[in-house]
């Protein structure tokens, strides 16, 4: 019962979906249709499930008085200032000069975005430090990075101009684009296609169990 | 730029202390940035409940659900077909209501049940679409016919010995051998059930070649995106001091 | 004396590190230097495309970017959306991005007005709903099973927009503006599934991961980052728009790092030699 019922839903709802692939009848049609609503709305319930998590972490943290507990008082009391806000009325998610689009703008963008703004020191402190010709897999990767960046750049062919059409920076970065780095990025959505195509049959035939988790 | 109300400063105000919070960390972790750090995930938590509840949940959830619950109050439609909406309108909340079994040991086991409708539907629908889209399109696109490429070869070589130009047909010709020989190399360096030695250890020795020119072009694309990101930021920061001093008239 | 130097170097503080760039990519924005942008061909097609649509053509343009991408994509963006619109181009479009969502939002009211367009006539935002994949399945099938109503709470067949169109076979094509691994649902299901003609605008870090669909015609044109975005605000005869304006620095930051690599490099050798 714990294990099988889980597995024989996954057979059927995966079997239904593979096959009505190949067979798109008028009925199939509005079973699948309703079966990816329906996967939607489920979908919500998990979602919800990961906040609720994020509740229980940071209030057992602020129960047990953890290490830097003050910090997790924040994210509850941010949590439900927004929620509230937020679940006030549907206006709230229209109105351009309400506070719930006010936290959104002036609030949530700005630290998410500086965030990951960030990334451009560490890649620059990244460049400097671990970017090393040490071997020739890692000249070819140095080569051709600095040359895609090089010749993405506007200042990368007024430093190559005396150089023929055809033969620029931008050119030869273009080249790399368009052959060796599709090369490779197809090998690797080749592999990946052939490992998401394995691992979801294994699933729908109940071979691959981890998502089960442990227990009966 | 334009003159903006004060309200709207004291709200960039805002956006720019958060801004430098975050760029405080750049000297070392501080009370600032764990401040701002803390504030966005419950920012975010809560945002995404009332975007959830508002475009998800009501209009694909309870509003249907409502309307086949007060279609027993209206007249015409048989008793059975209302049940039966009401069924499939009911049925895919109860299921995700089963998530939150979760939260209690000895009923976790039957939070498996929507967890396992969910990823049979992906897995079903993946299982086809990612051979056709990621391996049949991709296998069928690299099967260059050498015929073309030799031809187009030797008539740009011919054009470039007679007029002494146009190399472009020459290095497309080459650029698809390069895709046809990159690719199947770069996938036998991916093949792990036999030792990389003889015919298979050189061409996944070209693979891993192929794959690090990869790797580096995206590397080069990457640090444009990050520096993108920086200049939104300073962009930002620009404005608002502009702001500060219009309205201040400094 | 020299290999002491280099020693020095090659343990700089990373602080320094980021000083320098940190200057490198903000002065360059006080600037008024524009430098030439270079039009790339698959920049090219996505414009041409757009470009040879008679007025009252239907397309889709869904936006998935939120406030971490929002320096490179919202420029794309607001570029291809100021093209359809300046051609009487309608646009159904989605976010199926939650943290983008009222960003995108704003971002279609803003050059809505810039154009004029009246909501339901010109153009349609059909909003959010979770989990992308299932949704461009769904929507493959109908936009009104995923989407019963648009982000404004209207049903679909009350915008006039709307009549008679009820899934990809109804519009000329897609430009997904995507900042996520989103967008290979969008070849898989949208373009796999249903044929419908595809063309990505993509932050930077994943533009050059599609150039594999790009040379398998899966999809019909690509946009990569801030390039993209400045190339497509110069092809719509807008020059002096933000892409545009951020490429100087772009372009300084780059040097520096090609600098850093460099002298990387020499104090790695330099250093090495030694022991």
Redesign the interface.
């Known amino acids: 019962m714990r294990r099988e019922v889980p597995l024989v839903i996954v057979f059927i709802c995966g079997a239904f979906m593979a096959l009505q692939y190949f067979v798109p009848h008028n009925i199939s049609a509005v079973i699948y249709q309703n079966a990816l609503n329906w996967t939607i709305i489920i979908g919500i319930f998990t979602l919800a499930v990961g906040i609720g998590s994020l509740v229980n972490l940071h209030y057992d943290k602020i129960s047990r008085r953890k290490e830097k507990w003050p910090y997790s008082l924040v994210t509850i009391g941010a949590l439900v200032f927004m929620t509230v806000l937020g679940l006030s009325s549907p206006e709230a998610v229209q109105d351009p000069r309400g506070l719930f689009m006010k936290m959104y703008f002036y609030v949530l963008s700005p630290v998410q975005a500086t965030m990951f703004s960030l990334l451009a020191f560490f890649i620059a402190s990244a460049a400097y430090r671990a970017f090393r010709a040490k071997t020739v897999l890692a000249t070819l990767l140095l080569a051709s990075a600095v040359i895609v960046m090089l010749g993405r750049i506007p200042v990368g062919d007024a430093l190559t101009a005396w150089m023929p059409e055809g033969t620029r920076i931008s050119d030869l970065a273009r080249y790399i684009l368009d052959y060796p780095n599709t090369a490779a990025k197809r090998a690797i959505y080749i592999g990946v296609g052939l490992g998401v195509a394995a691992t979801s049959l294994k699933i729908i035939l109940g071979v691959e169990r981890t998502w089960l988790g442990g227990g009966k | 730029m334009e003159q903006i109300s004060l309200g709207t400063l004291i709200?960039?105000t805002?956006?720019?202390f958060?801004?430098l919070s975050?760029?405080s960390?750049?000297?070392r972790d501080n009370p600032f940035y764990?401040?701002?750090?803390?504030?966005?995930?419950?920012?975010?938590?809560?945002?995404?409940?009332?975007?959830?509840?508002?475009?998800?949940?009501?209009?694909?959830?309870i509003?249907?659900l409502v309307d086949s619950v007060s279609a027993f109050g209206a007249a015409g439609g048989s008793i059975p077909a209302k049940i039966g909406i009401l069924l499939?309108n009911l049925?895919?909340?109860v299921?995700?209501?089963l998530?939150?079994t979760?939260?209690f040991k000895s009923k976790?086991?039957i939070?498996?049940?929507?967890?396992?409708?969910?990823?049979?539907?992906?897995?079903?629908?993946?299982?086809?679409?990612?051979?056709?889209?990621?391996?049949i399109?991709?296998?069928?696109?690299?099967m260059f016919n050498p015929v073309i490429i030799y031809n187009t070869i030797v008539s740009d070589l011919s054009t470039l010995y007679y007029y002494g130009n146009s190399?472009?047909g020459i290095?497309t010709g080459?650029?698809?051998i390069?895709?046809?020989?990159?690719?199947?190399?770069?996938?036998a360096?991916?093949y792990f059930s036999a030792e990389h030695t003889g015919v298979l250890g050189a061409a996944a020795k070209i693979?891993?070649?192929?794959?690090?020119?990869?790797?580096?072009?995206?590397?080069?694309?990457?640090?444009?995106?990050?520096?993108?990101?920086?200049?939104?930021?300073?962009?930002?920061l620009?404005d608002w001091v502009s702001a500060l001093g219009n309205y201040f008239n400094l | 004396m020299a290999a002491g130097f280099w020693n020095k170097m090659l343990n700089l503080d990373r602080r320094w590190v980021y000083l320098v760039i940190g200057a490198a990519t903000f002065f360059p924005m006080l600037t008024v230097i524009r430098l030439p942008i270079k039009i790339t061909p698959e920049v090219q097609s996505v414009y041409d495309r757009l470009e040879s649509l008679p007025r009252g053509t239907i397309i889709m343009l869904p936006m998935e970017y939120s406030p971490d991408t929002m320096a490179e994509l919202q420029p794309m963006a607001k570029a291809v959306l100021r093209h359809c619109f300046s051609r009487g181009i309608k646009v159904i479009t989605t976010a199926l991005q939650i943290q983008g969502v009222l960003l995108i939002e704003q971002d279609l009211r803003t050059v809505a007005a810039e154009f004029d367009k009246t909501y339901g006539e010109d153009y349609v935002f059909l909003g959010y709903k979770p989990y992308p994949d299932i949704v461009i399945l769904n929507m493959g099938e109908n936009f009104r099973k995923p989407f019963p109503k648009d982000y404004y709470n209207n049903n679909l067949d009350e915008l006039p927009m709307m009549a008679g169109v009820n899934n990809y076979s109804n519009v000329d094509c897609i430009v997904n503006i995507n900042a996520t691994s989103g967008v290979d649902s969008w070849i898989n299901n949208a373009n796999g599934r249903y044929g419908a003609p595809l063309a990505l605008g993509v932050t930077a870090v994943i533009a050059t991961d599609y150039y594999a669909f790009l040379q398998s015609k899966q999809i019909f044109g690509l946009m990569g980052g801030l390039k993209g975005a400045a190339e497509y605000e110069k092809l719509i005869g807008r020059p002096k728009d933000i892409a545009n304006r951020a490429m100087t620095s772009v372009s300084v930051a780059h040097i520096f790092i090609i600098i850093f690599i460099i002298i990387g490099n020499i104090a790695f050798f330099a250093t090495r030699k030694r022991i």
């Open positions: 709200w960039m805002v956006a720019a958060l801004t975050i760029f960390f750049l000297y764990r401040f701002a750090e803390h504030l966005i995930v419950g920012i975010s938590a809560g945002y995404w409940i009332a975007i959830l509840y508002h475009t998800s949940l009501t209009d694909l959830w509003e249907p499939a049925t895919p909340g299921i995700g209501c998530m939150f979760r939260f976790a086991w939070s498996r049940w929507p967890i396992a409708y969910y990823l049979g539907i992906s897995a079903g629908v993946a299982l086809p679409l990612y051979i056709q889209s990621f391996v399109r991709q296998v069928a696109a690299n190399m472009m290095w080459i650029g698809d390069i895709i046809l020989l990159g690719c199947v190399c770069g996938l360096y991916f693979g891993i070649w192929t794959l690090m020119i990869g790797f580096g072009a995206t590397f080069g694309y990457t640090v444009m995106a990050r520096i993108s990101l920086l200049i939104g930021r300073f962009n930002f620009i």
